[in-house]
Antibody, heavy 126, light 107 residues
Framework: QLQLQESGPGLVKPSETLSLTCTVS??????????WGWIRQPPGKGLEWIGT???????YYNPSLKSRVTISVDTSKNQFSLKLSSVTAADTAVYYC??????????????????WGQGTLVTVSS | DIQMTQSPSSLSASVGDRVTITCRAS??????LNWYQQKPGKAPKLLIY???SLQNGVPSRFSGSGSGTDFTLTISSLQPEDFATYSC?????????FGQGTKLEIK
């Protein structure tokens, strides 16, 4: 059974860097069939796509965050990570990691997110 | 960027009702439209992908249709466990934008 688990500090100070890790169990992150993504949800608001990464390191980012976001992968640990720099209160959100697959329909990057972590709340406050 | 607009934003309905939620894309996204269900304090759950394909384990009372820019999610007969927030997402082009969500409440 595939499981994703987010980990990292729940409180980050303004202007600092938010760092989260997603640990994948039950499947290899090096599978050629999936991308691995980050999505966030501010309290009481909708979902916002942050970006996604392939095991090779190929990434796609949301342009609205691109200058501050880095997503990386560590295949030896079966993990992928998110770094978001220069955070403000607007970055307070529940952060989810998720698996993206083609569902047998071709291009993986156009697939849905079929498995999600439970989410972790990150609050930006001094 | 592709904007996704859902309607209505909230909806009250009763057990047994047939419910339809609409999602409109700001440009054509072919059939790359996915639907998620989210309950309070929980992660989103994939219900339907590629407009009309039911994810494994999702009850057949859920269905999706549409193409191009206009899409719908239909629940044929509401069950108590269906009261939740539903979000559409386009995966045609990055950034993979979501709709703002439709909160389905018990009447």
């Amino acid at each position: 059974q595939l499981q994703l688990q987010e980990s990292g500090p729940g409180l980050v100070k303004p202007s600092e860097t938010l760092s989260l890790t997603c640990t994948v169990s039950g499947d290899s992150i090096s599978s050629s069939s999936y991308y691995w993504g980050w999505i966030r949800q501010p309290p009481g608001k909708g979902l916002e796509w942050i970006g996604t990464i392939y095991y090779s390191g190929s990434t796609y980012y949301n342009p609205s965050l691109k200058s501050r976001v880095t997503i990386s992968v560590d295949t030896s640990k079966n993990q992928f990570s998110l770094k978001l720099s220069s955070v403000t209160a607007a970055d307070t959100a529940v952060y989810y990691c998720a698996r993206q697959g083609s569902m047998g329909r071709g291009v993986i990057i156009r697939g849905p997110y079929d498995y999600w972590g439970q989410g972790t709340l990150v609050t930006v406050s001094s | 960027d592709i904007q996704m607009t859902q309607s209505p934003s909230s909806l009250s309905a009763s057990v047994g009702d047939r419910v339809t939620i609409t999602c409109r894309a700001s440009q054509s996204i072919s059939s790359y439209l996915n639907w998620y269900q989210q309950k309070p304090g929980k992660a989103p759950k994939l219900l339907i992908y590629a407009t009309s394909s039911l994810q494994n384990g999702v009850p057949s009372r859920f269905s999706g249709s549409g193409s191009g820019t206009d899409f719908t999610l239909t629940i044929s007969s509401l069950q108590p466990e269906d009261f939740a927030t539903y979000s559409c997402q386009q995966s045609y082009r990055t950034p993979h934008s979501f709709g703002q969500g439709t909160k389905l409440e018990i009447k």
